[in-house]
């Protein structure tokens, strides 16, 4: 059973900037799509960004387009969420999710889906401040 652990969630003013880590307790495979979702209090759990091992084709909400990178070291099974230009609206608790299926490339297009991922962490909390 692979676990995830999220790590560097943090309080930041806007305008800053987070590194999140989520590190898997064991090898997630090829062609799997691992992704960071986010839940703010009172709201629906939105996907953020996502990654396909297949090819490394990234995806990202259109209100992250442009601020957030999300990336993967293999070698670590880890999957980082970059985040720059943090604004209060980015204030949640962040999760990282695995949809640990061997998949096609256009599998993937409904990687925001949360109830396509079968894995997920504890959450990292963000607060960005105004």
């Known amino acids: 059973q692979v676990q995830l652990v999220e790590s560097g969630g943090g309080s930041v003013q806007a305008g800053g900037s987070l590194r999140l880590s989520c590190a898997a307790s064991?090898?997630?495979?090829?062609?799997?799509?691992l992704a960071w979702f986010r839940q703010a209090p009172g709201k629906e759990r939105e996907g953020v960004a996502a990654?396909?091992?297949?090819?490394?084709?990234?995806y990202y909400a259109d209100s992250v387009k442009g601020r957030f990178t999300i990336s993967q070291d293999n070698a670590k099974n880890t999957v980082y969420l970059q985040m720059r230009g943090l604004n209060p609206d980015d204030t949640a608790m962040y999760y990282c999710?695995?949809?640990?299926?061997?998949?096609?490339?256009?599998?993937?297009?409904?990687?925001?889906?949360?109830?396509?991922?079968?894995?997920w962490g504890q959450g990292t909390q963000v607060t960005v401040s105004s």
């Open positions: 999710a695995a949809d640990l299926r061997r998949l096609s490339w256009w599998s993937v297009r409904t990687w925001y889906d949360p109830t396509r991922f079968g894995y």
């Open positions: 064991q090898y997630t495979g090829n062609n799997n799509l």
């Open positions: 990654i396909y091992t297949g090819g490394g084709s990234t």
